[in-house]
Protein backbone atom coordinates (compact mmCIF):
# COMPACT_ATOMS: atom_id res chain seq x y z
CA UNK A 1 0.00 0.00 0.00
CA UNK A 2 3.03 2.58 1.18
CA UNK A 3 4.75 2.14 -2.37
CA UNK A 4 0.64 2.58 -4.23
CA UNK A 5 0.53 5.78 -2.40
CA UNK A 6 3.86 6.59 -3.02
CA UNK A 7 3.47 6.06 -6.80
CA UNK A 8 0.26 8.06 -6.59
CA UNK A 9 2.23 11.11 -5.01
CA UNK A 10 4.90 10.86 -7.46
CA UNK A 11 2.52 10.99 -10.68
CA UNK A 12 0.62 13.81 -9.23
CA UNK A 13 3.71 15.96 -7.90
CA UNK A 14 5.10 15.23 -11.86
CA UNK A 15 2.24 15.93 -13.37
CA UNK A 16 1.33 19.43 -11.52
CA UNK A 17 4.88 20.64 -12.86
CA UNK A 18 5.56 18.99 -16.03
CA UNK A 19 4.09 22.37 -17.55
CA UNK A 20 5.77 24.57 -16.05
CA UNK A 21 9.04 26.36 -17.49
CA UNK A 22 10.68 29.64 -17.44
CA UNK A 23 8.50 30.93 -20.13
CA UNK A 24 5.38 29.80 -18.88
CA UNK A 25 5.88 30.35 -15.15
CA UNK A 26 2.40 29.83 -13.29
CA UNK A 27 2.54 31.70 -10.50
CA UNK A 28 4.23 34.95 -13.16
CA UNK A 29 1.66 33.89 -15.83
CA UNK A 30 3.65 36.18 -18.47
CA UNK A 31 4.39 35.00 -21.81
CA UNK A 32 6.51 35.68 -24.41
CA UNK A 33 5.31 38.03 -26.73
CA UNK A 34 6.63 38.46 -30.48
CA UNK A 35 8.50 41.92 -29.46
CA UNK A 36 11.84 42.21 -30.07
CA UNK A 37 13.96 44.17 -28.75
CA UNK A 38 18.04 44.96 -30.18
CA UNK A 39 20.43 45.64 -27.44
CA UNK A 40 23.71 47.22 -28.38
CA UNK A 41 26.61 47.14 -25.65
CA UNK A 42 29.74 49.21 -27.72
CA UNK A 43 30.02 46.98 -30.66
CA UNK A 44 28.41 43.89 -29.45
CA UNK A 45 24.78 43.36 -30.49
CA UNK A 46 22.06 40.71 -29.08
CA UNK A 47 18.13 40.23 -29.42
CA UNK A 48 16.21 39.62 -26.48
CA UNK A 49 12.37 38.74 -26.35
CA UNK A 50 9.81 40.72 -23.93
CA UNK A 51 7.37 39.06 -21.96
CA UNK A 52 3.52 40.19 -22.43
CA UNK A 53 2.88 42.49 -19.46
CA UNK A 54 2.92 45.83 -18.34
CA UNK A 55 5.84 45.95 -17.47
CA UNK A 56 7.54 45.35 -20.41
CA UNK A 57 5.28 47.13 -22.62
CA UNK A 58 6.18 50.60 -20.53
CA UNK A 59 9.79 49.80 -20.99
CA UNK A 60 8.98 49.31 -24.90
CA UNK A 61 7.29 52.49 -24.86
CA UNK A 62 10.66 54.31 -23.84
CA UNK A 63 12.56 53.01 -26.60
CA UNK A 64 14.67 53.78 -28.66
CA UNK A 65 16.58 54.32 -24.86
CA UNK A 66 20.33 54.57 -24.42
CA UNK A 67 21.44 54.51 -20.52
CA UNK A 68 24.49 54.07 -18.90
CA UNK A 69 24.03 51.49 -16.29
CA UNK A 70 26.24 50.47 -13.04
CA UNK A 71 27.93 47.36 -12.06
CA UNK A 72 26.33 45.54 -8.99
CA UNK A 73 27.67 42.31 -7.40
CA UNK A 74 29.87 41.00 -10.62
CA UNK A 75 26.70 39.73 -12.19
CA UNK A 76 24.14 42.64 -13.02
CA UNK A 77 24.06 45.84 -14.44
CA UNK A 78 21.59 48.78 -13.51
CA UNK A 79 19.77 51.55 -14.48
CA UNK A 80 17.28 53.59 -12.11
CA UNK A 81 14.77 55.51 -14.03
CA UNK A 82 13.42 58.89 -13.41
CA UNK A 83 10.08 57.88 -13.75
CA UNK A 84 8.74 54.35 -11.94
CA UNK A 85 7.44 51.65 -14.27
CA UNK A 86 4.40 49.31 -13.70
CA UNK A 87 5.48 46.03 -11.38
CA UNK A 88 4.15 42.62 -10.41
CA UNK A 89 7.53 41.69 -8.57
CA UNK A 90 8.00 38.35 -7.40
CA UNK A 91 10.48 35.58 -6.56
CA UNK A 92 11.94 33.96 -9.74
CA UNK A 93 13.63 31.61 -7.38
CA UNK A 94 16.89 31.75 -9.71
CA UNK A 95 18.20 34.43 -12.44
CA UNK A 96 19.53 33.21 -15.20
CA UNK A 97 21.92 34.94 -17.81
CA UNK A 98 20.06 36.98 -19.87
CA UNK A 99 17.18 37.46 -17.80
CA UNK A 100 16.06 41.42 -18.17
CA UNK A 101 14.20 42.31 -15.24
CA UNK A 102 12.62 45.38 -13.07
CA UNK A 103 13.62 45.44 -8.81
CA UNK A 104 10.73 47.54 -7.29
CA UNK A 105 9.15 50.01 -9.67
CA UNK A 106 11.88 51.59 -11.10
CA UNK A 107 15.04 49.82 -11.70
CA UNK A 108 16.06 47.88 -14.64
CA UNK A 109 18.92 44.68 -13.94
CA UNK A 110 20.55 42.84 -17.25
CA UNK A 111 21.98 39.51 -15.66
CA UNK A 112 24.86 38.32 -16.83
CA UNK A 113 25.53 35.62 -14.55
CA UNK A 114 22.93 32.46 -13.41
CA UNK A 115 22.38 32.52 -9.50
CA UNK A 116 19.97 31.75 -6.94
CA UNK A 117 18.26 34.35 -5.43
CA UNK A 118 15.63 35.78 -2.69
CA UNK A 119 15.10 38.94 -4.13
CA UNK A 120 11.93 39.79 -6.11
CA UNK A 121 11.96 41.09 -9.80
CA UNK A 122 8.71 42.43 -12.39
CA UNK A 123 9.87 40.14 -15.51
CA UNK A 124 10.73 42.15 -18.51
CA UNK A 125 12.69 39.77 -21.21
CA UNK A 126 15.37 37.72 -21.78
CA UNK A 127 18.13 37.66 -24.46
CA UNK A 128 17.98 35.24 -27.01
CA UNK A 129 21.15 34.12 -27.37
CA UNK A 130 24.01 34.89 -24.39
CA UNK A 131 27.19 34.01 -26.69
CA UNK A 132 29.10 36.90 -25.57
CA UNK A 133 26.55 38.45 -23.31
CA UNK A 134 28.58 38.51 -20.10
CA UNK A 135 32.02 39.84 -22.06
CA UNK A 136 30.46 42.59 -23.21
CA UNK A 137 28.32 43.60 -20.18
CA UNK A 138 31.18 42.47 -17.08
CA UNK A 139 33.39 46.00 -18.01
CA UNK A 140 32.03 47.85 -14.97
CA UNK A 141 29.86 50.73 -16.29
CA UNK A 142 28.45 50.39 -19.67
CA UNK A 143 26.04 52.46 -22.20
CA UNK A 144 23.30 50.43 -23.30
CA UNK A 145 21.34 51.01 -25.92
CA UNK A 146 17.58 49.86 -26.74
CA UNK A 147 15.71 49.61 -30.28
CA UNK A 148 12.57 47.94 -31.00
CA UNK A 149 12.85 45.64 -34.07
Known amino acids: MRKFLTAIFALTFT ?6 SKDNDPIIND ?18 SLYDNATANAFKAMMPLTINM ?50 SYSRIGKVDDTSGYAAALASGAVTVTFELQ
Open 15 to 20: HSFAGC
Open 31 to 48: QISRNKVKITVGSSVFTA
Open 70 to 119: SELNGNEKLYGFPNNLPSNASNPGSIQNGDIMLYGPGTLVLFYKSFSTSY
